[in-house]
């Protein structure tokens, strides 16, 4: 087994205080600072050195880390390896995912598991405050189905196996009457919606820096609608419709919708498939 202080210091790593690394960890701070105190002191070396409110990795604490990630690395393949000389798959596995995944992508495959692994127990979860990579980074998720964020770890960073599942393009939802709406069949150029008022729709993580980033591609930053103006979730996961008395629907603003969403409830606002530089999330 791999020494469970070196979990520790990863974390640490990724997360820059001693409380955050506690809470990830589900540990007390003491029991975080302990750790790494007997870990620098059975190796002999100095890991940690004050920055501010924060703590920094020494350089000595930076080689070991990329030790660490790779050691995780080889015991999860390890662990792969040696499952399949166990009398069947037992256990449990932890997914964490955006809502459309869930029902596209999620769900169906925990089905399929569960009918084909039926000691093994699967847990599902949407988590839209945390940090996904986070969850993985601290064992508290096994697998993620996320949309790629400007600020999340690179594709070949070697903490993750991260392989591409689908891609789903966005379409833009205005208002009944707006300039737009003739434009159904031939869609909307998203640079042609600089100077619209956005509504913040979907997980701020990743839904949200998506529409963030196709923006700047495009050469403008989207305004924002009033706060009470949103997009929320209908009576299924894969639905969408817009709050009463706000939204699109009322004439708040625009906003982008994953085109796997459902068609939007009563009295919402028409859809407009975005040409040229669509924005999509794999």
């Not at 007997?38 to 004050?50: F, H, K, R």
């Not at 604490?61 to 000389?85: I, M, N, Q, S």
């Not at 699967?122 to 601290?138: A, K, M, Q, T, Y």
């Not at 150029?189 to 990743?206: K, V, Y």
């Amino acid at each position: 087994m791999i020494d469970p202080r070196l979990q520790t210091l990863r974390v640490l790593h990724e997360l820059g205080t001693v409380t955050a690394t506690a809470e990830a960890l589900h540990l007390t701070p003491s029991t975080v600072s302990q750790q790494l105190r007997q870990l620098s002191a059975g190796l002999g070396l100095g890991l940690l050195e004050p920055a501010g409110r924060k703590v920094r990795l020494t350089p000595a604490a930076l080689a070991l880390v990329e030790h660490a990630d790779a050691l995780f690395v080889r015991w999860e393949e390890a662990r792969a390896d040696l499952a399949g000389y166990a009398d069947g798959v037992a256990g449990r596995l932890r997914i964490t995912g955006v809502a459309t995944a869930i029902t596209a992508v999620i769900a169906p495959a925990a089905a399929r598991l569960r009918d084909e692994l039926p000691r093994l127990a699967v847990e599902i979860g949407e988590d839209p405050d945390e940090n996904r990579f986070e969850l993985l980074l601290s064992g508290r998720a096994d697998l993620a189905v996320v949309i790629p964020a400007p600020d999340g770890p690179a594709p070949n960073d070697a903490r993750f196996v991260q392989l591409p599942v689908l891609e789903e393009p966005q379409d833009l939802l205005v208002p009944a009457g707006h300039r737009f709406a003739p434009c159904a069949r031939q869609g909307v150029a998203l640079a042609e919606a600089g100077t619209e008022s956005w509504i913040r729709a979907g997980d701020p993580a990743d839904q949200h820096q998506l529409l963030l980033s196709a923006c700047a591609r495009a050469g403008f930053t989207p305004p924002s609608a009033p706060p009470r103006a949103g997009l929320v979730r209908g009576r299924g996961p894969d639905r969408a419709r817009l709050r009463d008395r706000s939204g699109a629907a009322a004439g708040a603003g625009a906003g982008a919708v994953p085109g796997r969403a459902g068609a939007a409830a009563r009295g919402a606002a028409p859809r407009k498939a975005v040409r040229g530089g669509r924005p999509a999330r794999t």
